[in-house]
């Protein structure tokens, strides 16, 4: 047994490339870790469609468990795991209410309007955070010819405003509130364990006035696949059925499961760390000439920052990072977005800051 798993590192250490690059394009590049590999190749599974696989069970259980919520259920990607919960909570004709950066509009197709049928009311806010005050005179009234309000979403931490997290009492306030009008709030969570690590707080407490939270077990917590929906027993009932008509129910998914519960319970620990190298990062670039970023609000992994003062657009400026093997794209034509993870170690950033003041000479 123990000569197997030697010989099975040998093969898997000389599987794996060389790594040819630096890539802050996301932390969604994370290579699973020895022991989820390992772990996967033993996963005990049978079918999960039939609620029979026992590691996905498992896995369920201890999200659950740790969100304080009364249920949990494994999806493929956040994408279907935010389109699940939406379908769960609207109806055709409605409005969701979101900052208008949201990933759910923004990056996963046109999936809000195709399968949930709704259309986004969206609203601006200083570093993704809005405020109840705002979404206030957005909730329709009710006017028959007025498409209603179905859902206001959050995100946190915020993909595309930079890592932003977002503050416990303006999300407790917006719950509150749009509960008392009989309105859900969903989370996009994708990485709530690193605005849990920022916040230094437990995921649970973040959650828990939300009626539901999509996380990610993929991205810094470095599964291979894999998302998670928490929520009340009903609404994990409901995003089951959805979750089968988008194509998400899989058979002996506790291979990836298994990685999903290393994911949960061991990697959330060293976020810190990827939060450290983004500071590092920031405080290198605020330096060099033609970029701009305020090094002091870069407070998880995620650091975008202006590159108008180099007279490059950020297709030029990720052309030239790339011919130097470092990876990183604009969000537009004037901001780049590096995002710091696992595979990449405090020694990489300094490389980073080189090449960065390399060709903005
Ligand atoms: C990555 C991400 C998603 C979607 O996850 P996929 O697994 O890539 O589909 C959703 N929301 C946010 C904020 C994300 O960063």
Known sequence: MSTNLVEAEAVRTEQRKPRASIDLRSDTVTQPTAEMRRAMAEAEVADDVYGEDPTMNRLHERAAQIFQKEAAIFVPSGTMGNQVAIRCHTQHGQEIICEERAHFINLESATVAAFSGCQPRTIYGED???????????????????????????????????????????????????????LPVHLDGARIFNAATAMGKPVAEIARKFDSVMFCLSKGLCAPVGSMLVGSKAFIDRARVFRKAMGGGMRQSGVLGAAGLIALEKMPARLQEDHDNARLLAEGLAEIRGIKIDAKKVRTNILVFSIVGTGMDTAEFSRKLGDKKVLAAGIDHEQMRFVTHNDVSREDCGKVLEVVRGICV
Request: glycine content about 10%.
């Open 128 to 182: 993704g955070v809005i405020t109840w005050a705002q979404i206030k005179q957005k909730i329709a009234p009710p006017a028959y010819y007025r498409a209603q309000t179905g859902l206001i979403e959050l995100e946190n931490t915020g993909s595309l405003t930079g890592g932003t997290v977002f503050p416990q009492d303006v999300a407790d306030e917006i719950c509150d509130s749009a509960h008392e009008m009989g």
